[in-house]
């Protein structure tokens, strides 16, 4: 491979969109204006799928002014997609490639993303095909393998605070149990964002429960009476991936999707599960219990976008660009955090292979000794990537 390989470029998004996705593609666009050797710039309708179709944008005649409103607007501007590529996909893949001479694909997504990029990336090897392939990160999960967080997941991590900390002075205003169902399938990272919203003492969430820690039902149960009988009321943040000492999901509608992933938490079945369990804790008593699923809510809702988050996407696709273009290695970008006061951070590569399809989990100095609630250091983790949240007022 040349160091700088002269075509055109696809550009993607796959994968679940995010608050701030649409940073990481306008970086990656404004960049290539910049570089010489890109001469062409194709956004891909739906990632995968509109490659194949050849279902492009010519995201070289988008204004500046047009591009920048766009990275401001959450979810993917593109479109997204669920897909995972077999050896027929990926041939049609090529087929598009050397149609319209393009020497460059980024893809912009979490995990399954990566796992898609490195195949292809593997495909352009075997066919001699000169050839850069990188992943630029994005999930609200904060799951990828390297990178200290992931682009999308501050801004998500923002939302789930500030639905507590409102939900929490509800709460405490009409007392009862409340049950938060929270994204996350084997990563707690966006649930035990919950507990940002605390400012005082007897703040909620009063409980948060991980996917990497076991579920038990009794000890849930017992939980909760606990903290009723502390503060007259409680408020709770459990994970959808929450699953008993088998390993198996406390409720799924047992769908999955192309790459093998089951449906977990859509249908808010898990919330009137827990609240039901609740229920059971407190039988012959009178106890005022609900629950809510924040579903896709969480991940591209306007307003509260953290600068952090925004910033670091754009970088991250400005990156991933000009790496190609000076290098010509494919990877996948990650994020170094070198200080967290004040916050700094930056970017490197990474090879697909150590991101594609596996995750990461919360580590253990994250998680309390009783597996129902999170730690200093992960306040200290997380906050800086937050921001700034709304100071609340008492009488």
Known sequence: MTAKLVGKMVIGQ??????VINQSLVGAVLAARKQANITGILGARHGIAGIMKEDFIDLSTQSEAQLELVANTPAAALGSVRLKPGKAECEKVFEVFRKHDVRYFFYVGGNDSAETAHIIAEMAREANYDFCTVHIPKTIDNDLKVTDHCPGFASAARFVALA??????????????????????????LTAASALARQADGDGPHLIYLPERVFDVAQFKQDVRDVVAKYGRCVIAASEGIADKDGNPILTSGERDSHGNVQLSGTGALGDSLAALVKEAFTGEKVRVRADT???????????????????????????????????????VAIR?????????????????SVAREATHMKDEFINAAGNDVTQAWIDYAAPLVGELPRMGNL
Request: net charge positive.
């Open 14 to 19: 796959s994968g679940g969109p995010t608050a």
């Open 337 to 353: 955090r070198l200080s967290s006061t004040p916050y700094a951070s930056e970017c490197f590569i990474t090879p697909l292979a």
């Open 294 to 332: 924040f579903g896709y809510l969480q991940r591209s809702f306007p307003t509260i976008i953290s600068p952090i988050d925004a910033q670091e996407a754009r970088e991250v696709g400005k990156y991933a660009v000009n790496h190609a273009a000076t290098a010509g290695t494919p990877g996948s």
């Open 164 to 189: 507590f900390m409102g939900d929490d002075r509800d709460n405490r205003a009409l007392s009862g149990i409340k049950v938060n169902v929270v994204m996350g399938r084997h990563a707690g990272y």
